[in-house]
Nanobody, 114 residues
Framework: QVQLVESGGGLVQAGESLRLSCAASGSIFTSMTMGWYRQAPGKQRDMVATISSGGSTKYADSVKGRFTISRDNAKNTVYLQMNSLKPEDTAVYFC????????WGQGTQVTISS
C-alpha cells in the first residue's frame, strides 16, 4: 500500500511562486510514474505535469515554462515548482503515483489572488 501526502499549498498573489511537495510511503517510489493534477471548482481533474521513473517529464500546455516537476528518490518525494502563478491556476492540486495501479493523495488547495 502506498500513501501520498501533499503539502505546500496556500494563498499567494498573481506572479508569485509556490512549491508543492508530495511524500510517498512504501518501497516502490523509484518505480512509480508520479504526477500532479488539479481540479478547479465545477471542473474535471486535469493533468498538470508528470515525471517517469527515469525522469522524463510532461506538462500541460497551460503551465509549460512556468511549472517544473522533479523528484528526489532518496526522499521518496516529488515536487512541483510553480512560478509566475495566475488566478486561473487556482485549484486543488493532487499528487498521483502509478505502479500497476493509481494512488492519489488527499489534495492541497492553491489559491491565486489577482
Amino acid at each position: 500500500q502506498v500513501q501520498l501526502v501533499e503539502s505546500g499549498g496556500g494563498l499567494v498573489q498573481a506572479g508569485e511562486s509556490l512549491r508543492l511537495s508530495c511524500a510517498a510511503s512504501g518501497s516502490i517510489f523509484t518505480s512509480m510514474t508520479m504526477g500532479w493534477y488539479r481540479q478547479a471548482p465545477g471542473k474535471q481533474r486535469d493533468m498538470v505535469a508528470t515525471i517517469s521513473s527515469g525522469g522524463s517529464t510532461k506538462y500541460a500546455d497551460s503551465v509549460k515554462g512556468r511549472f517544473t516537476i522533479s523528484r528526489d528518490n532518496a526522499k521518496n518525494t516529488v515536487y512541483l515548482q510553480m512560478n509566475s502563478l495566475k488566478p486561473e491556476d487556482t485549484a486543488v492540486y493532487f499528487c498521483k503515483g502509478r505502479w500497476l495501479e493509481d494512488y492519489w493523495g488527499q489534495g492541497t488547495q492553491v489559491t491565486i489572488s489577482s
